[in-house]
């Protein structure tokens, strides 16, 4: 199947420095190839503020207009949100399928989502942004067919009328709400049994997934693509002080992700906020590593997680060339390829938590077996002893300040 051919317009307002507007259209230019289009050019224009009517100025859409047909363009796509009018009068002047930053990234959702949660989700934003902007999508849907910024809904649901979206956006709604309540009360089990949690966050393809992967010895998706998870998997690991707890890979943060995207996924999102600790991951060898890092420590604000203990992971670091200043504390600097990196990254899981947590040292006999089990469990063991004069068990270790076990250690 030969890949859609992209021409990428984007305007530079006096607002952005240089760096940070290169770095949105890099982004575009990588997602468009994860959504399986190839970008033919890409065409900037510097202006104090974007058009109204047409997103870019009368000029810049001659000029769109010759290069279309040199090129045999498919899809013309924005790097900001259009509005309905900017998208209707695009396609009229165009007369080619008109889409931008958010749908793209919607779109990109609807190919990754694999649960029941994920897709409708996802369909949920796609309707919700959709929405307002039938107006101008109707022609140019039922014109030019399918594609990139066509998935997920379809087009037949988008071209009926506002009644039948609306029913349909009540109707997932329901549905999210009954699996957002049967992954509350997971949590709650969870939180119950006093199972620690840790999420892995980070910006889209910093190597989240691989470090994953190395660490909990499965098999989730690995590509060098962006978003390539967007459900959240959770498995076992184990601490060097064979401590168990449970581990999560989130989907990855972008910058300026579509608002219905945010508020959509938000019960996605909220494994990382009933999280105990944050492995934030950040590629070490982006050059807009720092834009990244504050992106997703901004989104963890907003989400109600900068509270949470975190270690930074500076990942890729087989990739980086010259001296390396990290920004944020604790941190390690990895491979996630690398075997005796991740070691190192469970014992510095270790430490973080030991420092946070109590220390505790307790005789037990050998008839509190459901106890000992209990301590195994849920707390750090750094010494066991049986002490045969006493009939009992020494044990030390270290026990979260809030963890129900603490009254039997007094």
Same mark, same amino acid.
């Not at 259009?82 to 958010?102: E, F, H, K, W």
């Given at each position: 199947?030969?890949?859609? $051919? ?28 994860? &959504?399986?289009?190839?970008?033919? @050019? ?17 000029? +810049? ?111 997932? @709604? ?16 969870? $939180? ?15 190597? @989240? ?50 608002? &219905? ?112 089990? @209990? ?8 010494? +066991? ?26």
């Amino acid at each position: 199947m030969s890949k859609e $051919k992209i021409l990428i317009i984007a305007v530079k307002q006096k607002t952005q420095n240089d760096d940070q507007f290169q770095s949105t259209l890099e982004e575009l230019i990588s997602l468009s190839k994860t &959504a399986g289009g190839t970008v033919e @050019k890409v065409m900037t224009q510097n202006r104090n503020r974007i058009h109204p009517a047409t997103y870019i100025g009368e000029g +810049k859409v001659h000029e769109m207009l010759a290069v279309m047909e040199e090129t045999e363009i498919d899809l013309v796509l924005s790097n900001d949100e259009l509005s309905a009018g900017q998208l209707r009068n695009l396609t009229d002047l165009l007369g080619v399928r008109i889409i931008d930053r958010s749908q793209l990234i919607l779109d990109i959702f609807a190919m990754r989502a694999r649960t029941k949660e994920g897709k409708l989700q996802v369909e949920l934003a796609q309707l919700e942004y959709m929405l307002p902007r039938l107006h101008g999508q109707g022609v140019a849907m039922s014109r030019l067919g399918g594609g990139i910024g066509t998935r997920g809904p379809g087009e037949t649901k988008l071209e009926t009328d506002r009644r039948h979206i609306n029913k349909r956006i009540d109707d997932i @709604k329901r549905r999210l709400k009954l699996v957002v309540n049967q992954r509350t009360q997971y949590r709650k089990r969870r $939180k119950n049994n006093a199972i620690l949690q840790i999420a892995i966050v980070g910006y889209t393809n910093a190597g @989240k997934s691989t470090l994953f992967n190395r660490l909990t010895m499965s098999n989730s998706l690995e590509e060098d693509l962006l978003f390539a998870t967007l459900d959240p998997l959770t498995r076992k690991v184990r601490l060097p002080s064979g401590f168990e707890l449970l581990m999560t890979d989130t989907v990855g943060f972008l910058q300026e992700l579509p608002t &219905a995207l945010i508020a959509s996924f938000r019960s996605t999102l909220e494994e990382v906020v009933e999280s105990d600790f944050l492995l934030h991951v950040v590629d070490a060898s982006h050059p807009n590593r720092v834009e990244q890092q504050d992106t997703v420590n901004h989104l963890l604000e907003e989400l109600g997680a900068e509270h949470l203990p975190m270690l930074t992971l500076y990942n890729k670091k087989d990739m980086v060339s010259g001296d390396f200043i990290p920004d944020n504390h604790p941190y390690l600097f990895i491979s996630a390829y690398n075997q005796n990196d991740n070691e190192q990254v469970l014992q510095k899981v270790e430490d973080m938590l030991k420092e946070q947590w109590q220390h505790y040292s307790v005789e037990l006999k050998p008839d509190q077996g459901s106890l000992i089990n @209990k301590l195994i469990q849920e707390t750090i063991i750094t010494r +066991k002893l049986f002490e045969e004069e006493k009939n009992s068990y020494l044990i030390q270790g270290y026990i979260r300040k809030d963890h129900a076990l603490n009254h039997y250690l007094q």
